[in-house]
């Protein structure tokens, strides 16, 4: 073990959460900051060369690899866990920026009540409508409280969109940048959703729509609907990524280091105090000691930390959640829709069907979800093959026409649920699996409940309600929802396992991000999210994050 020479703070990880501290540290303190990233450094270039569908978005080039870390799964603890071996329901990022520089950039507010979502939900409907098993608590903090620091996120990033929809939260202030444009079927899909009386709106987002200087002087420019966005890095700089939006603040900054290839094995702590972390680089296994640990390594990785570093009241691992994905459809059209035009966040969005937005009274179920329609761009490998249901096989001469026609005259409606947590849903560290340094995996142990299953069903009967009204020939329902699987695709917005509240009595961080029982140790990240809200999480980490920064200078 080599020891190095001590520093203020270390942050582990380089995504949005740890290079947003490092920048806000690094901007109104002295403080000598390193970041420790495990993955490499990136450059735009990158970007430029590598515009490969299946390098980049099938064989996931930005992710973590599998063959060094992954997690072990199963859906209860009756169950065998066994590692995943190649991600699919979510996927990891690895690398400076971490997963914020393969992003969507879809960047809408939690709703309101979301913070508080016991209270609001006890007070409409009573206790009896909590869910069995159920673990929903509130958060500590209000969406009053966050609102200055979601202005301030939206600015930073030059948030493109459009102010005044009365499903979502107030705002203190305008969007920074317009809407981005929408698309021929984002078009469709708004007239026929607003003839139907629901309120759609183009999703606020991080891929701008015009150029934009944000306050700390950096500046973007323009989205060009390349379609190659989601999973890849923006050749232009027009998506709101770690390294375009924060990198080049904190390369002036001569108080922050960020060392690469640095991968955090341990927090060490003595007496209730962090003393700093060890970590493997190229081999060698090194500790920094640090004032201040701040953990910023994404949701799973946070509170796997946690767990490695015995660290911990009992509520670490507790309330993991993940978002409820599958209501949907897919539309065949009779005409081209030039669907290979896109950004992976110019979507038009339904928010009637969301968390509380209608009475629950006479259903059996509480929570709801968003309906949206993503233009993200067809690409040619994961998007071909689409046929309606009178094609019979999925080989062969019939569907090979049938997919080639309708390859531009295909598009789908998608969902996301509210997840909220349960006792049985949650994390710790696998009796049995490893990764490729000897420490134990992450176990999952997640399944849906019938809370799930029945906004899976409300959702897609609005959703086939939509669909009937759209100018279409036919089209086909996504199945129902049935157990949680690690494989097909949801969102990388898995959470939960090192929780905010306001008592640590049942949370691991209170409403700071700071660790209730190791005081100079912050978590950041949708690991300290509660329940699972709809809405996609980053906006609302970066905000925590913003305030965090301001508690701890
Ligand atoms: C395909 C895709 C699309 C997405 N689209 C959206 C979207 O539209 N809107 C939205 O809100 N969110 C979206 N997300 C999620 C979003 O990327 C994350 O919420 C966000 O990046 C989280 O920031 P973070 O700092 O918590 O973690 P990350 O960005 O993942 O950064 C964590 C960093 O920590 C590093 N790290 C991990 N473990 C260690 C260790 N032991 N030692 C050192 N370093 C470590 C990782 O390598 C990584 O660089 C998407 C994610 C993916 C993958
Ligand atoms: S769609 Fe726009 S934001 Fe996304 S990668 Fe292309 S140019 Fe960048």
Redesign the pocket.
């Known amino acids: 073990m080599i020891n190095l020479p001590s520093t203020d703070v270390v942050i582990?990880?380089?995504?949005?959460?740890?290079l947003l501290m490092a920048k806000e540290l690094g901007a109104k303190t002295s403080l000598k900051i390193t970041v420790?990233?495990?993955?490499k450094p990136r450059a735009k270039n990158e970007y430029i060369e590598g515009m490969d569908e299946l390098d980049y978005a099938l064989r996931y080039r930005m992710m973590q690899d599998v063959a060094k870390e992954t997690v072990t799964f199963r859906n209860t603890p009756k169950d065998k866990s066994l590692p995943v071996r190649q991600f699919g329901g979510f996927?990891?990022?690895?690398?400076?920026?971490?997963?914020?520089e393969?992003?969507?950039?879809?960047?809408p507010r939690f709703l309101p009540d979301t913070f508080e979502l016991h209270k609001a939900t006890v007070e409409r409907y009573g206790k009896s409508r909590l869910p069995e098993g159920s673990t929903i608590q509130d958060w500590g903090i209000t969406y009053n409280d966050i609102e200055p620091y979601y202005l301030k996120a939206e600015q930073l990033l030059g948030i493109s969109g459009l102010a005044g929809n009365p499903m979502t939260g107030h705002r203190s202030g305008p969007f920074p940048t317009p809407p981005i444009k929408q698309t021929y079927f984002g078009q469709i899909f708004t007239d026929v959703t607003r003839d139907m009386g629901y309120n759609p709106y183009p999703v606020p987002c991080g891929n701008l729509s015009q150029t934009y200087r944000n306050p700390d002087g950096v500046i973007r420019p323009a989205c060009q609907y390349c379609g190659y966005c989601?999973?890849f890095g923006c050749m232009v700089g027009a998506k709101a990524q770690p390294t375009n939006t924060l990198l080049p603040v904190i390369l002036k900054q001569k108080n922050v280091t960020i060392k690469t290839s640095?991968?955090?094995r341990r927090i060490l702590t003595k007496d209730n105090r962090a003393t700093g972390v060890t970590?493997v680089s190229n081999g060698k296994e090194y500790f920094q000691p640090a004032g201040k640990v701040i953990l910023?390594?994404?949701?799973l990785?946070n509170t796997r930390?946690l767990l490695l570093s015995k660290i911990g009241n009992g509520n670490t691992g507790r309330n993991l959640t993940h978002q409820v994905m599958g209501a949907g459809v897919t539309f065949f059209f009779d005409k081209p829709l030039n669907r290979f035009m896109g950004s992976?966040?110019s979507n038009v969005t339904v928010s009637d069907f969301d968390g509380d937005n209608f009475d629950h009274s006479n259903l059996d179920f509480i929570r709801g979800a968003y309906i949206s329609s993503p233009a993200y761009g067809s690409r040619p490998i994961a998007n071909f093959g689409a046929v309606p249901s009178n094609i019979k096989s999925n080989w062969g001469g019939e569907w090979k026409k049938a997919a080639v026609e309708l390859f531009d005259r295909t598009a789908k409606l998608g969902s996301s649920g509210e997840h909220i947590a349960y006792k049985t849903n949650f994390m710790d560290l696998d009796p049995t699996y490893t990764d490729n340094l000897g420490d134990p995996l992450l176990r999952l142990t997640i399944d849906w409940n019938d809370n799930e299953r029945k906004i899976h069903n409300f959702i897609s009967s609005k959703i086939e309600g939509i669909a009937k009204r759209m100018p279409i020939k036919s089209y086909i329902m996504n199945p129902p929802l049935r157990r949680y699987d690690a494989t097909s695709y949801k969102s990388?917005?898995i959470q939960g396992g090192t929780i905010m509240g306001a008592s640590p009595e049942n949370s691991v961080v209170n409403t700071n991000n700071q660790h209730w029982q190791i005081p100079n140790l912050y978590v950041?990240?949708?690991s300290t999210f509660p329940q699972n809200p709809s809405g996609?999480?980053?906006?609302t980490?970066l905000a925590q994050t913003l305030r965090a920064a301001k508690a701890l200078i």
């Open positions: 582990i990880g380089g995504g949005w959460s740890g420790l990233e495990r993955g996927l990891p990022g690895d690398g400076v920026g971490g997963a914020g393969h992003w969507n950039g879809m960047t989601e999973r640095a991968q955090v970590y910023a390594s994404w949701s990785n930390l992976g966040a990388t917005h950041l990240g949708a996609n999480p980053t906006l980490v």
